[in-house]
């Protein structure tokens, strides 16, 4: 998927919520949190991170703070599997139609549970990937939470 296409499927999906969600594109490189918040100059933990989990033949998104440590205990627990790993790169692509680095934490395999780390709330808006490693979208967790259908979390590591 070139990143037009992947903006242009975010864009898309967000268009049937009518929350004027405007995906957007940055020159710089927004592919790591650290990444993305200098090129938008804010702080980290604006920063919605999206990771995709495998236990077992479980997968789950898992959208958090920039600045946190998700705990894989936790993540266990929420997927109800065995060993967590982190999915490899051609497993991110295949499950949710992104590639590593701008994965959308909306329109993805309906399948695939979606956790949103509660940590966020902090922010009034957080920033999370749109399609590509150069997207961005400004959001409320209260607009993430309905775009994604997510369940809020905590899964901070203590």
Do not use: W
Not at 16 to 31: A, D, I, V
């Amino acid at each position: 998927m070139t990143v037009n296409s992947a903006l242009e499927r975010a864009k898309k999906y967000l268009d049937k919520f009518s929350l004027g969600l405007e995906p957007r594109e940055h020159e710089q490189t927004t592919k790591t949190s650290v990444e993305a918040a200098e090129a938008l100059g804010v702080e980290v933990g604006q920063i919605a991170k999206t990771i995709l989990f495998r236990a077992g033949e479980t997968y789950g998104l898992f959208v958090a703070a920039g600045d946190i440590k998700i705990d894989s205990k936790k993540v266990k627990g929420l997927l109800d599997g065995g060993k967590v790993r982190i999915a490899k790169p051609d497993e991110v692509e295949e499950k949710t139609g992104y590639q590593v680095g701008g994965v959308c934490p909306f329109d993805i395999n309906p399948e695939i549970k979606i956790f949103i780390d509660s940590s966020m709330a902090r922010f009034e808006k957080v920033f999370s990937a749109a399609g590509s490693s150069h997207s961005y979208l400004p959001i409320t967790l209260e607009q993430l939470q309905e775009v994604t259908g997510g369940t809020i979390v905590d899964m901070q590591k203590e």
